[in-house]
């Protein structure tokens, strides 16, 4: 029972680290790391794929986001082939790609506030991952 009471807020010190320092590309790809870890755990998720528990709202408010930066960064992470959406079922594509994002090691390319049509704030050519940051 202590383990897992500390296990839980080990994790809620990570999120309250995250919400200062990650990006909202690396915020939304942690959160679907730690939810697919989650229920892969508990028999609930298997090859990448799994129900996902949360509408894009819910997901908003875990990591500190409007709910149309969620849906864009899902988008965005569409499109590079990181992540598929059925629905409410998510399939994750390209783990590896994921994890790096979440982890925090993908290479900031620009750092002062941009627009959509600005230049991509997130590049890293190993795996492809684009991420344009709302402002």
Request: charged fraction near 25%; aromatic fraction near 2%; charge should be positive.
């Amino acid at each position: 029972m202590l383990t897992a009471m500390l296990g839980v807020m080990e994790r809620q010190a990570e999120w309250i680290v995250a919400l200062g320092r990650k990006s909202a590309c690396e915020r939304i790809c942690a959160l679907l790391c730690d939810i697919h870890d989650r229920l892969a755990a508990s028999g609930r998720a298997r090859d990448g794929r799994f129900a996902l528990p949360l509408t894009q709202s819910d997901m908003a408010d875990v990591v500190g986001l409007t709910p149309v930066h969620v849906n864009r960064v899902l988008r965005d992470l569409r499109s590079q082939g990181v992540i598929a959406l059925d629905g409410r079922t998510l399939r994750v594509v390209r783990a590896d790609a994921l994890r790096e994002v979440a982890a925090g090691t993908v290479r900031q390319a620009a750092t002062a506030p941009v627009r959509r049509e600005a230049v991509p704030a997130l590049e890293h050519d190993d795996i492809g991952l684009t991420n344009v940051i709302m402002l």
